[in-house]
């Protein structure tokens, strides 16, 4: 299975943007999708995941009511919707698929990843 992200640019503060995931060979709903964003220096955290299979969400607080992780089954892709775009949302956000069964926010327990995406919110 291959994941490929695409949307990222570069956004100015309150802007929005739309990053794909693009999942091959497998649906993407006999996952657990989630997304993650590595900032320079800092260590990969987690975003956002929901259950390719089912109405199951959660988000990291700091992206709460700013973000939103949808799927389109047709098209097999996985969206990550970013609005109100803030200077600290900067970073490379990678999607990722996880076997287990439950939301999880550790990277650890996803085991297939895209290349990333990078996205700079700058004026």
């Known amino acids: 299975v291959r994941m490929v992200e695409s949307g990222g640019e570069l956004v100015q503060p309150g802007g929005s943007l739309r990053l794909s995931c693009a999942v091959s060979?497998?649906?993407?709903?006999?996952?657990?999708m989630g997304w993650f964003r590595q900032a320079p220096g800092k260590e990969r955290e987690f975003v956002a995941a929901?259950?390719?299979?089912?109405?199951?969400?959660q988000y990291a607080d700091t992206v709460k009511g700013r973000f939103t992780i949808s799927g389109d089954a047709v098209t097999n892709t996985v969206y990550l919707q970013m609005d109100s775009l803030k200077l600290e949302d900067t970073a490379i956000y990678y999607c990722?698929?996880?076997?287990?069964?439950?939301?999880?926010?550790?990277?650890?327990?996803?085991?297939?990843w895209g290349q990333g995406t990078q996205v700079t919110v700058s004026s």
């Open positions: 929901m259950f390719g299979r089912g109405t199951g969400k």
């Open positions: 060979d497998r649906p993407f709903s006999v996952y657990v």
């Open positions: 990722a698929g996880s076997t287990f069964a439950f939301l999880s926010t550790s990277r650890g327990d996803y085991q297939v």
